[in-house]
C-alpha cells in the first residue's frame, strides 16, 4: 500500500557522486527497506539494505563506495553514491524487503559517463 517515488537521479562524470531520495506515502518505520538497480538489458538486482534500526548491508559491487540511511520521521531513504563506475549506470528502485510488488515506482536514471 506504500507508494515509493525515486529522485535524485542523473548524469555524473566518472569519480563523481550523487545522493538518491526514495520518499514514501506512508510510514516505513517498521521496515526493512532496499534498493535496486537495473542496467539496461540485465535483470533488476538487489545492492543494499538498510534495516528499522539502521543497520546495513551491501552487495559487494558497491559495498564501500555507497551509503544507505533513512529519516524515518521523514519517511524517506537515502542512497549516497560516491566513487561512481560507469558500471554504475542504471535504473535504482526502492522498495521493502521483501519486495513489495504494489510498492516498485518509475525508479531514477542515474548515469556515469565522461
Known amino acids: 500500500q506504500v507508494q515509493l517515488v525515486e529522485s535524485g537521479g542523473g548524469l555524473v562524470q566518472p569519480g563523481g557522486s550523487l545522493r538518491l531520495s526514495c520518499a514514501a506515502s506512508?510510514?516505513?518505520?517498521?521496515?526493512?527497506m532496499g534498493w535496486y538497480r537495473q542496467a539496461p538489458g540485465k535483470q533488476r538486482e538487489w545492492i543494499a539494505t538498510i534495516t528499522r534500526v539502521g543497520s546495513t548491508y551491501y552487495a559487494d559491487s558497491v559495498k564501500g563506495r555507497f551509503t544507505l540511511s533513512r529519516d524515518n520521521a521523514k519517511n524517506t531513504v537515502y542512497l549516497q553514491m560516491n566513487s561512481l563506475k560507469p558500471e554504475d549506470t542504471a535504473v535504482y528502485y526502492c522498495?521493502?524487503?521483501?519486495?513489495?510488488?504494489?510498492?516498485w515506482g518509475q525508479g531514477t536514471q542515474v548515469t556515469v559517463s565522461s
Open positions: 506512508g510510514s516505513i518505520f517498521l521496515y526493512t
Open positions: 522498495n521493502r524487503m521483501p519486495a513489495d510488488p504494489r510498492s
